[in-house]
């Protein structure tokens, strides 16, 4: 609103204002009166200590099962990738192969080498977080 001295014009723009204020606060007693309403049809069930406690023992069952077939699952996979390093180190050293094809297998086996070691340390970082 312009800067106005107009008594008339300062009455209807706080009256508008007023109006404005009225028609927000009845819509929203008329929608927390319909909460209200949705609320009380909602029925509550209470539990009793004992049922609290034996859903909380549940679920952290279902924690401990879930965390130790995830943990068994990337152990497989550890233990999978060290049995293939040993058989690519087994391959390389009973076969004779010419300098190249030695240097290429001997890049594999570190490299697997490295990997083994970053799976051992993501599941051990892993197991002391869960």
Do not use: G, P
Not at 14 to 22: D, F, L, Q, S
Not at 28 to 46: D, N
Not at 84 to 103: D, G
Not at 108 to 120: D, F, G, V
């Amino acid at each position: 609103m312009a800067k106005t001295n107009d008594f008339d014009l300062c009455k209807q723009y706080v009256m508008n204002y007023i109006e404005n204020n009225k028609r927000q606060l009845n819509h929203c007693h008329f929608e927390l009166t319909k909460q209200e309403q949705q609320f009380q049809t909602c029925q509550i069930k209470e539990l009793s200590f004992e049922q609290m406690e034996q859903q909380l023992k549940e679920l952290v069952d279902r924690e401990r099962k879930y965390l130790s077939k995830r943990n068994n699952d990337k152990l497989i996979k550890f233990k999978d990738d060290i049995s293939q390093k040993q058989r690519l180190t087994t391959i390389s050293t009973s076969a004779l192969m010419n300098n190249q094809e030695n240097e290429y297998i001997n890049r594999l086996i570190t490299i697997r080498e490295k990997q083994a070691e970053i799976w051992k340390e993501q599941l051990m970082l892993e197991i002391r977080i869960h």
